[in-house]
């Protein structure tokens, strides 16, 4: 079963910037459609905020909207995420994974911290 290794999170200042990784086991060519999720502190729930299918087309939740751009590298295995305009209630541990609304998910990694603080 594909994994995935997330890196790439930090404590970034307000108005800042990052840019998430996620380097999958298996070839990803083959998956529909991929997701950035995210888990706020305390909560056991994990959002759903980015996805794109294998034809590029991307959806995004409202409050990451504008602001986060997810792409695929089919031919690296990887998922990104670039954030702009962090905001304090970005703080979160975000994942990668399978997009739920189309496939069944695969084990969760470890995710990344990201921390959006002055």
């Known amino acids: 079963q594909v994994q995935f290794v997330e890196s790439g999170g930090d404590l970034v200042q307000p108005g800042g910037s990052l840019r998430l990784s996620c380097a999958a086991s298996?070839?990803?060519?083959?998956?529909?459609?991929m997701a950035w999720y995210r888990q706020f502190p305390g909560q056991q729930r994990r959002e759903l905020i980015a996805g794109i299918d294998i034809g590029g087309s991307t959806t995004y939740g409202d409050a990451v909207k504008g602001r986060f751009t997810i792409s695929r590298d089919n031919a690296k295995n990887t998922l990104s995420l670039q954030m702009y305009s962090l905001r304090p209630d970005d703080t979160a541990v975000y994942y990668c994974?399978?997009?739920?609304?189309?496939?069944?998910?695969?084990?969760w990694g470890q995710g990344t911290q990201v921390t959006v603080s002055s």
């Open positions: 298996e070839d990803i060519s083959r998956i529909y459609s």
């Open positions: 994974n399978t997009d739920s609304r189309w496939l069944t998910l695969a084990p």
